[in-house]
């Protein structure tokens, strides 16, 4: 699998399929990395590569993607990742599909780069609604991992990054909540229900957006063919040329 690197990340990433591009962001929370997308409902790396050029990512200290850590690292961190690996790729616009992080992750691209944005799909976005310590926990597990490679962090570091990631913002934990209802770009929301991925969360996030849409039902097995129908009636909607 190919790899993109820049002054102290190396990003592992793949490519399937030619048309407009698809950016995809995984599941996974801190481990968000190309093979979470085989424990989705469906897998877009399999169900959209026939019609679009599909560009998959670990991020950085997931998978197979390794960087450098620092406390002032955060949301815009992974963001900057993102849009690299596009330039690098020469990908001007670009739709992009996230699941779970992948919706904060989508939301900082929105607000970073909207005019490179021509579509967004997300799926059971995380987001804050009386779970704060569930993302603490989280991103300590993670971290936990991670310290054997990163032996020279202070711990410090480790308390400022999980800072950056989980204690500001707004609901979505990259954006605040005012930065949503300033974006346009059309979304598709497809909605969470459980502790890291709250029904009103999305529910909120499809109100303050003007460009967003909710899709309440896709994700149980009598819904995922409509969902998915969904999706691509998206898709072929705002990427045709």
């Known amino acids: 699998m190919p790899t993109?690197?820049?002054?102290?990340?190396?990003?592992?990433y793949e490519e399937q399929g030619s048309g407009s591009p698809v950016l995809l962001i995984a599941p996974g929370g801190m481990r968000s990395a190309i093979d979470f997308w085989?424990?989705?409902?469906?897998?877009?790396?399999?169900?959209?590569?026939?019609r679009y050029r599909?560009?998959?990512?670990?991020?950085?200290?997931?998978?197979?993607?390794v960087a450098d850590i620092h406390?002032?690292?955060?949301?815009?961190?992974?963001?900057?990742?993102?849009?690299?690996?596009?330039?690098?790729?020469?990908?001007?616009?670009?739709?992009?599909?996230?699941?779970?992080?992948?919706?904060?992750f989508t939301?900082?691209?929105?607000?970073?780069?909207?005019?490179?944005?021509?579509?967004?799909?997300?799926?059971?976005?995380?987001?804050?609604?009386?779970?704060q310590e569930r993302f603490h926990e989280m991103f300590d597990q993670w971290a936990q991992t991670q310290r054997e490679n990163h032996a020279d962090v202070p711990e410090a570091d480790w308390t400022e990054f999980r800072?950056?990631?989980?204690?500001?913002?707004?609901?979505?934990?990259?954006?605040?909540?005012?930065?949503?209802?300033?974006?346009?770009?059309p979304w598709l929301v497809l909605m969470?229900?459980?502790?890291?991925h709250p029904e009103p969360v999305s529910r909120r996030?499809?109100?303050?957006?003007?460009?967003a849409r909710l899709v309440e039902r896709w994700k149980e097995p009598e819904h995922v063919e409509a969902g998915r129908a969904a999706v691509d009636e998206f898709l072929a909607e705002h990427l045709s040329d």
């Open 71 to 104: 406390g002032t690292d955060g949301w815009p961190t992974y963001t900057t990742d993102q849009l690299a690996l596009l330039d690098h790729l020469d990908v001007g616009e670009f739709a992009v599909l996230g699941m779970c992080i992948g919706g904060s």
């Open 205 to 211: 996030l499809a109100e303050l957006a003007p460009g």
């Open 4 to 12: 993109f690197e820049r002054p102290g990340v190396t990003i592992r």
């Open 163 to 185: 800072a950056n990631m989980y204690d500001g913002g707004g609901m979505l934990f990259s954006v605040p909540d005012e930065a949503l209802a300033r974006i346009t770009t």
């Open 107 to 131: 939301a900082s691209l929105l607000a970073t780069a909207p005019q490179r944005v021509r579509a967004a799909v997300t799926l059971q976005p995380i987001g804050r609604h009386e779970n």
């Open 54 to 65: 599909v560009i998959a990512m670990d991020q950085r200290n997931a998978g197979g993607s």
């Open 38 to 50: 085989e424990q989705a409902p469906w897998n877009p790396i399999e169900h959209l590569s026939d």
């Open 192 to 196: 969470g229900g459980d502790r890291f």
